[in-house]
């Protein structure tokens, strides 16, 4: 069964960092595309970053660049997102996506807060 599974989110300070996990099941992160998108109430989903099979060229959002990176485990099987400098403004539900098979992971919520 293709399946992926978030985690790493919370409560984090302003300024503060988090890194989130896409662990990978019945798919090899490697042989894929992966994006993350994030989402919060009343906002359009968001494309926070993404990272290409095979030689893993990256891209980001604007909002996000330079303080978030993104990379892959292949010996894990998982895909990260290292968040950096947070702000209020990245309080969101955090979404793992493989888009050539439109699968969806469960979401991990990420708080901004002091």
């Known amino acids: 069964q293709e399946q992926l599974v978030e985690s790493g989110g919370g409560l984090v300070q302003p300024g503060g960092s988090l890194q989130l996990s896409c662990t990978a099941s019945?798919?090899?992160?490697?042989?894929?595309?992966f994006m993350w998108f994030r989402q919060s109430p009343g906002k359009q989903r968001e494309l926070v970053a993404g990272i290409s099979s095979g030689n893993a060229i990256t891209q980001y959002g604007d909002s996000v660049k330079g303080r978030f990176t993104i990379s892959r485990d292949d010996v894990k099987n998982t895909v990260y997102l290292q968040m950096n400098e947070l702000k209020p403004e990245d309080t969101a539900m955090y979404y793992c996506?493989?888009?050539?098979?439109?699968?969806w992971g469960q979401g991990t919520q990420v708080t901004v807060s002091a």
């Open positions: 019945g798919i090899t992160v490697s042989s894929y595309s």
């Open positions: 996506n493989v888009p050539a098979k439109n699968i």
